[in-house]
């Protein structure tokens, strides 16, 4: 009995000791004691703020003395009560203590304190068309008097909310027009249609949502090379999630996307020479609502670009039997996120060519003899085309001008160019008709040089035939003047 | 069958006796003698200018029938000369090298007229006549070089026009007139054709008629050396036909060096002129002005307060001109005295010429 009423007072202890210890700080805040009292909405939002239960007190936001009761002291502008702070420059008192390391620490915090530079230089920060300030500062995402920890469910910020704070504004033509009417307004209709809306949907944090691609403070205009979805940018923007093997193992999808892409040809001459218009993973999968293109949409997809490839397949023999076995098209023969670049040798009757991979001697004969007359013509015009340069560089060696048939050669590499993309009607009497104005050209060049060629032979057998003339004339004509000089 | 030759050659002489007095001009040229000594060698180059020219002439028209004188069109043309033409590349070729060639010869004929006297009382005006020809050769280089309108004849051009400018009071006059304007340009083209093909050769076929017409009136030249000797050692040679058939064995042999240059060494036609572009690494001019280019390139920015190219256009002009005046100058020799002094300033030209000529080849 002793020892129980000794615990029960230990404890009784304990809990005033506790109470008067964290209460110490709030009893002090005169300012939301009075405004309770009042029954302020904003003092009751208040005390659900992060900063609340970090002790920071009205007075820290609002200016003036939070331990005074006596409201002309504790709101006087002596004690540097600022009441609402302006719309112009609210964030200033957000930035007082977001960019100061040590206050942060000591309000045993250690969030980046660089959200101010970032937000100073992005497209947000820009000031309003009435010039009230940035068009949207920190209060326009995180709020006021009820601001959450951003890995707080309850934030407006947190991934399963962000996206409609963002929508907010950009899914609104009356708010989006005031800054860039041509900005679409359906991003947020369009994410709700990707598997990362639709695990976003769920509840899924760690599916993409707006800040994963865009950024959160350091935001830019798309077409701005600093901004993480610029072209260049996006492929290792969707790899942080995507090459994260433990973060992708709950989505059972690969991760080795990012390192083939970097290989492919789309990769190389967007990363590598900076060619803008190569595709990044945004233009085939779409970027809003991303999703993995189907097999029956690949060549749709693919053929946003490579338009007369798509034309030319979807007319062939091969659209019918890959929809009925259920090929992916394109990713068939060329791959999807290693895609090569496509050489002469894809085509034939031998590996490396893919044609082999349906067709042989023995099954789909057809297909078989057409690949490789195709593989011949193809690989004949190449070689006559090297024999001309050669017969026209010989030329070109002893003096003769033969630049009109060289410069004409350049219609080859045309016809090739073209004939690689005639191949995908998979018809050997296009292809030959296509490989055929090309043999004409070689030809004409290659006659050309040859007559150059002979012409320099017969200008030096010309040549001897003049001097051999004019010399015996020479020597006729000393001998001639020998004589009449003897004589006379 | 002689006697039916003969016969027939009596025939036609007769018959062009009749009209135009043939056996006058045949005992003319009978009578005509050229003197034979050591030097009658440098007699022959007049002749060798004399065939350069005629070769010019028939090639210049035949290149005319398919050249034109535009911006837009005259490396065309020229092209299409050398590749499409039959025996364009040879005529281009023919004209080019006989041009250079010709420059040459009359080099040559002057300096030996030079150095044998030949331009002393009575002969000073076939001395400045032939000073008049040897300029319009050179003229016609300097116009010809630019008709192809190719990238080094471009740049050259606007070089040697710039020179041009630095002559004092008509200097910029005188470089607008060139040039149609104050760039080389298309107009400059239009101009240099202009005066290539018309202007050039109407002065230089009266200074050539003026020039032949005198010397047959006063006959060639005797050096005082061979004029001294008693007149039964002077020695000579008929001028027809043993002087003409010497003349002719001597074209004949410039006829075929001509032909090997223009088949072994064809005349290049480089790329077309770009007038936005940046001038070429290694621009020169004609053989025949690159000693003064050379010069040019040696003078200093500034010589005595003046600008560097001013002086050097003022040297050359005074040079230039006392060589041109010679006779009125050379007082000795038109006494009949020799005149050391003349003999070493033609060497000192010569070993000058020759010397930043091989420099302005070496030296880039």
Redesign the interface.
Known sequence: MKIKLINISVSALLVILLSFSLTKAQAADQCIKCHLDLDDNHAKLFKTDVHFSKGISCAGCHGGDATSDDMDIAMSKEKGFIGVPSRVNRYEVCVNCHVDENKMKRYGSNIPTDQYENLKISIHFQPTFNNEGPIADCVTCHSVHDIKDVKDPASKVYPTKIVELCGSCHSSAEFMKQYNPGLPIDQVSKYRTSVHGHLNSKGDPNAAECASCHGSHEIFAVKDSRSLVYATNIPSVCSKCHSDAKLMAKYKIPTNQYANYVKSVHGVALLEKGDLSSPSCNDCHGNHGAVPPGVESISKVCGTCHVLNMELFEESPHKKAFDEHNYPECESCHGNHLVEPATDAMVGTQKPAVCVNCHSNEKNTKGFIVAGKMKTLIDSLKTEDSETKSILNEASQKGMDVSDATFSLKDVRQVLIQSRTTIHAFDLDKFKAQIDDGFNIVSKAKLSGEEAIDDYYYRRIGLGFSTVIVTLLVIGLYFKLRKLEKKS | MEEKNTKAKGKLLSWLDERYDISGLIEFAKKKSVPKFRETIWYYFGGVALLLFVVQVISGILLLMYYKGTEDLAYESV?FI??KVSFG??IRSVHSWSANLMVLAVFIHMFSVYFLKGFRKPRELTWYTGFGLLAISMAFGFSGYLLPWNELAFFATKVGTDIVGQVPLIGEPLLKLLRGGTDVTGATLSRFFGFHVAIFPGIFIILLTLHLLMIQRQGIAEPDDYKNLPPAEKKTI?FF??FA??E??IW??V??IL??LA??F?WE?GTKADPFSSAPVGIKPEWYFLFMFQVFKFLPGEILFLPGELVGVLLFGIGVLLWAIVPVWDKKTAKGNKNRLLTYVGIFVIIFIIVFTILGFILD
């Open positions: 092209k050398s590749t590349w040879l008929p036909p043993n058939m010497r002719l064995l004949l042999i006829i075929n032909a090997i088949v072994f064809p036609l």
